[in-house]
């Protein structure tokens, strides 16, 4: 999967097949690829207007020295602007307090958009890093031109260049006006980056180029987008996600509401949102009072009466079959090893439905003008939703732009921009611009949520206890298979499998003879849109791997730990390999004894308090972030309570970029990944989801915020992702520790106070 997306996406991965191009254009001095078929001739180099400068201008530096660096990515309060910025400016030597960001709109030349997999740090670091480098190269060839020194007796820093007694500033470099070069692709990989030591930027503290304009309110989201003319929508959803036909619109008492204009249903040539009505108004306060008036009957679709219970007893009936699924891993020797161990443990896990309640509800503003569609709004994969946009609007795809808005929060779920199709198909049908914003409500019943999940696991040992195979098993609805199924990698038996549906099942420990096996959940699939929530498939992965590691360790009344350091001896597949994984699983058990370590694993605990450990390796085997967690956790017998009391985890992501930025990753992941252990979730019942706001869908309260140690391991290794880890080792920790604590297991996400105490053999306290 990664491979695939990454060979689709020319910004970082197009320096075999393009010219870098550095030269002046206008009132500035800009760093681009240069198309093969545009021929860069070196007179035209100092041109002002710059006709052949294609694609992929990655950052600018113009007459006062301000360098802008352009981001392709969505900042939705990761601080993805800052991290990449900085790449760029310390390998071309500017002052930090002169780095501008411009998050940029849809346009081909910036190839495929997309923010998500915890990967933009990742696959940007090397093509940033050079092109700064770039950068700098020309701008001491050209100082060196300016004071007539020798190139090497040159050194830039913090945007000036001196030579002995001389120097010029950048800005007085790019007001010459005679700047001009460009790299083969050739002569920017022979380029030599700074070593780890020589950085001044990467891994230091300093400020995020956007907290400023998020803290005094300058910053602008999605819903913050408003043009002329334009009227309001909110929507009226139907009973089911798909099928629902519209019958009958009485919208007599919304005529009542002033500046109420009228309803309609929606016409959609993609399908995206069948059923939907919009009420419009000239504001939206008249369309939130509106639309609760308008009575509608609809037909709903045939999923309209499908529970969470009908979703997971599909589940355990595909996963009896063996003839379903894609085999992710697939050894030989797992029957063999089954039929002849001296032992074997089996445990079913599941997770429930998680919604994920973004703080800005989806919206979208769409508008037409001279033949070009305009959609604002904050969104993580631009490349995924114009396709979509083209065909309910019926024109080239050409004419779509989306324009690029900070997110209040996205987590996967602006991943699918389908929230802009009926804002679009609105403004068409009322001929002007349409803003549609969706309440909590409409937001919750509308959303892409992550998927139910069943779980199968199953080891086997020899007489020795000695591992010997382990099974693993895993359904749930796949957001890939529904939204971009040709994103979808074969598994071992030909058969197509969503990677982040599975990916985390396919880890580092040794275990004999692996089978990994990912079924698809129809059933999931046609009563909602499975989506991507943060750390999507490892959510329920890991959840189940490390739960069970912690099952199978005790079965051979091995300590946690060291079951798991034995497991990760880092033979064969688990060596790891460069660039990404160097050091393999030996990098996992690493921050696994560190975090035992912190945490003062093996020492007595209080009554009703344990220590429980997990480890992950992120969402992608390919670039792994070996992350361990002990979780500290007191529990109440008799009520039932789950106290997290503290988190101590370990984090090797390689080079750390933004440390500030990272930790609060780290910290905003951990506690998400606590809220999905221990509160948030819901169910479908009769094809919708249960809880459509805060009042009964409770994600984690500011009370329930445990103490965190959070360390990251000193490293010069390929910087790799941080979304997601620390979300999907929290859960297993958490429950790990209960059983520590009071000797029952939990099986289930989410692991609420009743669930314990029948777990326990007690009744909850009326």
């Not at 007796?153 to 913090?158: G, I, L, N, S, V």
């Not at 070593?195 to 503290?205: M, S, V």
């Not at 989201?221 to 798909?242: C, L, N, Q, S």
Request: charged share 20%.
């Amino acid at each position: 999967m990664l491979d695939r997306l990454i060979k689709q996406q020319p910004p970082v991965g197009s320096l075999t097949r393009r010219s870098f191009m550095i030269a002046a254009a206008g009132t500035g001095f800009t760093m681009a690829f240069l198309s093969p078929t545009l021929a860069l001739a070196a007179g035209q180099a100092g041109s002002a207007d710059a006709p052949v400068f294609d694609p992929t201008i990655w950052f600018r530096i113009d007459r006062d020295g301000i360098v802008t660096v352009n981001i392709a990515k969505a900042e939705m309060g990761q601080h993805i602007g800052t991290a990449l910025a900085r790449i760029v400016a310390d390998e071309l030597e500017v002052s930090w307090s002169s780095v501008r960001l411009n998050y940029v709109d849809t346009d081909p030349k910036w190839g495929m958009m997309i923010t998500g997999g915890s990967w933009s740090v990742w696959q940007s670091f090397d093509p940033l890093s050079r092109a700064g480098a770039a950068g700098r190269i020309a701008l001491i060839d050209e100082a060196a031109r300016l004071l007539k020194v020798k190139v090497t007796d040159c050194q830039a820093r913090d945007g000036v260049i001196t030579a002995g007694s001389k120097s010029i500033t950048y800005a007085e470099i790019v007001r010459t006006g005679k700047l001009g070069r460009t790299f083969t692709p050739e002569a920017l990989k022979a380029i030599v980056l700074k070593t780890p030591d020589q950085r001044r930027l990467i891994g230091r503290d300093v400020q995020a180029v956007d907290v400023p304009s998020k803290t005094n309110g300058a910053a602008i989201y999605g819903i913050d987008a408003v043009v002329e003319g334009m009227v309001y929508a909110r929507p009226r959803i139907p009973p089911t996600r798909y099928g629902s036909t519209v019958l009958s619109i009485d919208d007599s008492a919304a005529r009542k509401v002033k500046g109420y204009l009228k309803s309609v249903a929606l016409k959609d040539p993609s399908d995206t949102v069948p059923g939907w009505v919009m009420v419009y108004a000239d504001s939206y306060s008249a369309a939130m009072r509106a639309a609760d008036l308008v009575e509608i009957k609809w037909q709903a679709g045939a999923t309209a009466g499908v529970s969470e219970a009908d979703i997971l007893s599909h589940a355990s009936k595909l996963i009896g079959d063996t003839s379903k699924g894609s085999l992710v891993v697939a050894d030989d020797g797992v029957e063999a090893a089954f039929s002849t161990a001296g032992s074997r443990i089996e445990h079913e896990y599941t997770t429930s439905t998680v919604l994920h309640f973004q703080l800005e509800p989806v919206n979208a503003l769409a508008l037409e003008k001279d033949g070009i569609w305009h959609i604002h709004t904050g969104n993580q994969w631009q490349s995924l939703a114009l396709p979509t946009l083209a065909k309910a609007l019926a024109v080239p795809e050409a004419n779509v732009i989306m324009h690029t808005y900070l997110l209040g929060g996205g987590f996967g779920r602006r991943l699918n921009g389908d929230y802009a199709i009926p804002a679009a198909l609105a403004a068409k049908e009322m001929g002007r611009p349409v803003k549609m914003i969706c309440t909590r409500s409409d937001d919750a019943r509308f959303d892409s949520p992550r998927s139910p999940s069943l779980q199968r696991l199953r080891m086997a040992f020899d007489k020795k206890g000695a591992v010997t195979a382990m099974e693993h098993h895993a359904s749930a609805g796949w957001p890939t298979q529904v939204m971009v199924p040709a994103f979808m990698p074969k598994g071992k038996n030909g058969e197509p499998y969503d990677p982040f549906a599975i990916s985390g099942a396919d880890h580092w420990y040794t275990v004999g003879a692996h089978r990994v096996r990912a079924i698809s959940n129809d059933l999931a699939n046609s009563t909602f849109r499975p989506g991507w929530l943060r750390s999507v498939g490892p959510g329920w992965t890991n959840w189940a791997v490390e739960s069970f590691i912690d099952e199978a360790a005790l079965a051979t009344k091995a300590d946690p730990l060291a079951f798991r350091l034995a497991l990760l001896d880092g033979r064969g597949k688990n060596a790891g390999s460069a660039p990404n994984s160097v050091g393999g699983a030996a990098r996992m058990a690493h921050v696994l004894r560190r975090a035992a370590e912190k945490a003062g694993w093996g020492k007595p605990m209080p009554a009703g308090t344990g220590l429980g450990i997990a480890s992950t390796f992120g969402q992608e085997r390919d670039m792994p972030t070996w992350t361990a967690c002990v979780a500290r956790v007191k529990v109440d017998s008799a009520s039932g309570a789950i106290t997290v009391v503290k988190l101590f985890m370990v984090i090797d992501a390689g080079t750390i970029i933004h440390p500030d930025g990272a930790l609060a990753q780290a910290e905003g992941g951990a506690l998400w990944g606590m809220s999905m252990a221990l509160h948030e979730g819901t169910e479908f019942v009769d094809g919708q989801v249960r809880d459509t706001n805060l009042g009964a869908y409770t994600p984690l309260r500011m009370a329930d915020v445990p103490e965190m140690d959070i360390e990251f391991v000193a490293s010069t290794a390929t910087a790799t992702g941080m979304g997601e880890p620390p979300t999907t080792v929290v859960g297993p920790a958490i429950a790990n520790a209960i059983h520590a604590a009071v000797g029952v297991r939990l099986r289930d996400l989410p692991m609420r106070p009743a669930a314990l105490l029948k777990a326990m053999g007690k009744k909850p306290v009326a």
